[in-house]
């Protein structure tokens, strides 16, 4: 077999999960973007970070769509995993921070256009995750993480972009959605990991996806009440906010893990805790909030570095992409 042909059958394990990287590098462009009135650099940074996430969305959906095609077999035993199941709408969700970001930059038609993709997607994933989870034979609570999130939770994220471009009544049932599945996962979630084994190293990680829904909420809310600060706004952030410094609180925990893919799993929680920092000091006019958003994206910058850097020598050392991701 040529190396070219013996890469192309190690797609069969290429993960949805890869498609972290876009979220956590497009929440980074949103924040810099969003903190263009503090920094007179960040927006051209911004630009430049989205153009990158664009061509890495695209290498990374062309790498999936090939798995899809050529490995169905590979790709229906992800979809019907109890743990990588649920990473599957990373790819929607992609779409929609993607199309946040280009509304951003004033590119209403492109906005609109992965909007719809996205929004649509995740509709349909939405409800292929909630009906395995309801109909199976399989679950145990071991099963259960905090990327459980993400498939249902991830609803949330379209009124951020959808309230520009649809009626508003539509960004409000995918809000409806996720905001209220979020407590009802939490508790889960909660119960799991106090009560049982603790989670496997490798998805340790995952652990920073609790930050990920009030903090988006807290940004998709204020876009559905009108750039307004009221007190579930607030509620929103500052839950986010104390998780947030829970898990600082935790890093110890953290340091002393083994890399894997899973890493980036930090990355968009934090991204969505600077956006909202951001957002939040923008509608007040509080340079307390934008400093806790510049802060954290200066961090978050780093750490994308890092784990770029750490997943490029994972793929050169056949540690991701194999049959024991």
């Known amino acids: 077999m040529s190396q070219s042909n013996s890469g192309l059958q190690k797609l069969q394990y290429f993960p949805a999960s890869f498609f972290g990287m876009v979220m956590g590098i497009v ?131 379209v009124p951020i972009a959808g309230v520009q471009h649809v009626p508003e009544d539509i960004s409000w049932f995918f809000f409806a959605i996720g905001i209220v599945f979020w407590p009802l996962l939490k508790s889960v979630l909660l119960y799991r990991l106090i009560f049982h084994p603790p989670i496997p190293d490798k998805l340790m990680p995952t652990l920073f996806i609790f930050i990920a829904p009030p903090a988006v909420g807290c940004v998709s809310y204020m876009a559905l009440n009108h750039g307004e600060v009221d007190a579930f706004a607030r509620i929103l952030y500052f839950f986010a906010l104390f998780f947030t410094l829970f898990l600082l609180f935790s890093i110890n925990k953290f340091r002393k893990l083994n890399f894997a893919l899973s890493w980036w799993a930090y990355t968009f929680p934090l991204a969505a805790m600077a956006i909202s920092s ?19 994206m200066a961090g978050l910058a780093v750490m994308i570095v890092w784990l770029f850097y750490k997943t490029l020598i994972g793929v050169a050392n056949n540690k991701i992409c194999s049959p024991d991701n």
């Open 27 to 157: 929440g980074l462009s949103i924040a810099l973007i969003n903190s263009d009135a503090m920094f007179a650099w960040s927006l051209v940074a911004g630009e430049a970070i989205l153009m990158f996430s664009v061509v890495l969305f695209a290498v990374l959906l062309a790498s999936y769509l090939y798995k899809i095609l050529r490995f169905k077999d590979a790709f229906w035993a992800e979809m019907r995993h109890p743990i990588k199941m649920n990473f599957i709408p990373t790819i929607s969700i992609s779409l929609l921070l993607l199309s946040a970001a280009f509304w951003e930059l004033e590119q209403v038609k492109t906005s609109f256009n992965l909007w719809l993709l996205g929004a649509s997607l995740q509709l349909v994933l939405t409800l292929w995750l909630l009906y395995n989870w309801i109909y199976h034979d399989f679950f145990k609570i071991e099963h259960s993480n905090p990327a459980w999130f993400i498939p249902i939770v991830g609803n949330i994220v």
């Open 278 to 296: 951001l957002v939040m000091g923008n509608a007040l006019h509080s340079n307390g909030y934008l400093w806790i958003g510049a802060l954290i």
